[in-house]
């Protein structure tokens, strides 16, 4: 059975890092594009990065130059490293591939910044 899990998340002040891991069980995906998303309370769940088996990377604009998404297609882990952190990435941070599937939803890692 396919299983994503995440890990890294914390509490952390504004202007502060975290590095967020993603490790995938159960398959390969080191030929699949996968993304990170993340669900704020009370908002639906929300498209944060992507990044291709060839490692090209995209981002949704309210991250770009702060968070990077890197992968280790021999290890199964993906990786995203934040950077300059702001109360509003307040999330929990879930992996999935960038076509999500429902069953590949995992509990996730909780991201709290203060401010």
């Known amino acids: 059975q396919v299983q994503f899990v995440e890990s890294g998340g914390g509490s952390v002040q504004s202007g502060g890092s975290l590095r967020l891991s993603c490790a995938a069980s159960g398959s390969t995906f080191s030929g699949v594009a996968l993304a990170w998303y993340r669900q704020a309370p009370e908002k639906q769940r929300e498209f944060v990065a992507q990044?291709?088996?060839?490692?090209?990377?995209g981002y949704v604009d309210s991250v770009k130059g702060r968070f990077t998404i890197s992968r280790d297609n021999v290890k199964n882990l993906m990786f995203l490293q934040m950077n300059g952190l702001k109360p509003e990435d307040t999330a929990v941070y879930y992996c999935?591939?960038?076509?999500?599937?429902?069953?590949?939803w995992g509990q996730g890692t909780q991201v709290t910044v203060s401010s």
């Open positions: 990044i291709t088996s060839s490692g090209i990377t």
């Open positions: 999935n591939t960038v076509v999500p599937r429902a069953i590949y």
